[in-house]
C-alpha cells in the first residue's frame, strides 16, 4: 500500500506501492498493484489505472477515465472525464495476449485530452498538445497541436497556456514558437 502522505478515498482502492506523495484517489477509483503514479496527481471518481501504466507527476484523470497496460503519462498532463485509452489494435475474447504483443502509448508533457477522447494505441501525443472533446486519435501528434474530430486532425496550434494561437504562433501570454515541422510540431522561441 501507498503512505501516509498519499491520500486514499475510504471507498477508493489503491494497490500499488508506487504513489507519489501528495496524491489523492478518489471514491470508486482503482489503482491496479504495478501501476506507477508520480507526486501531487489526482486521481478521480471512478478512474481505472491498470498494472503497468506510468502517471508522471502533477497528473489529473478526471471521472471514469480508463488507462491500461503500457500507457505513459508525463508530468502535467490533464486527462478529461471518460477519457479511454485502448493498448490492443486487433482484441479477440478468444486470443489472450501476453504484455509484449501490446502497443504503447506516449502522452508527452502538458498535453490536453479532452472529455470523451479516445487514444488509439501505439500512438503519441506530443508535448502541451490540446485534443478536443470526444475526438479520436488515430496518429501521432505533434507538439502544440489542436486536434478534433474523428479521426482527430489538426486544426491549429496551443500555447503552453493552454490559449489558441494565431497565424503569427504569438500568444498574448507572451510565448512565441516557431513551426520545426508538420509532424514535430511547434517548438517555444521565447
Not at 507519489?20 to 489505472?49: E, K, M, Q
Not at 477515465?65 to 490533464?78: A, W
Not at 490492443?88 to 501476453?98: G, I, Q, V, W
Not at 502497443?103 to 498535453?111: E, F, I, N, P
Amino acid at each position: 500500500m501507498t503512505g501516509p502522505e498519499v491520500f486514499v478515498h475510504p471507498q477508493g482502492l489503491c494497490e500499488s506501492d508506487e504513489v507519489g506523495p501528495g496524491t489523492r484517489v478518489w471514491a470508486f477509483a482503482h489503482v491496479l498493484p504495478g501501476a506507477v503514479i508520480g507526486s501531487s496527481c489526482n486521481i478521480c471518481d471512478h478512474a481505472y489505472v491498470e498494472t503497468g501504466a506510468r502517471l508522471g507527476n502533477n497528473v489529473t484523470v478526471k471521472n471514469g477515465v480508463l488507462i491500461f497496460d503500457l500507457v505513459t503519462i508525463d508530468d502535467d498532463v490533464f486527462v478529461g472525464p471518460g477519457v479511454v485509452f485502448t493498448n490492443d489494435l486487433r482484441p479477440r475474447a478468444a486470443n489472450k495476449k501476453s504484455h509484449a504483443e501490446l502497443d504503447a502509448t506516449h502522452v508527452r508533457t502538458g498535453a490536453t485530452l479532452g472529455a470523451g477522447a479516445i487514444i488509439v494505441c501505439g500512438t503519441t501525443v506530443g508535448a502541451y498538445a490540446f485534443i478536443a472533446a470526444g475526438a479520436v486519435v488515430a496518429r501521432d501528434v505533434p507538439a502544440h497541436a489542436l486536434m478534433a474530430g474523428n479521426p482527430a486532425r489538426a486544426i491549429g496550434w496551443v500555447c503552453e497556456c493552454g490559449e489558441r494561437l494565431g497565424e503569427d504562433l504569438r500568444c498574448a501570454c507572451g510565448h512565441t514558437y516557431t513551426l520545426v515541422s508538420a509532424t514535430e510540431g511547434l517548438t517555444r522561441t521565447d
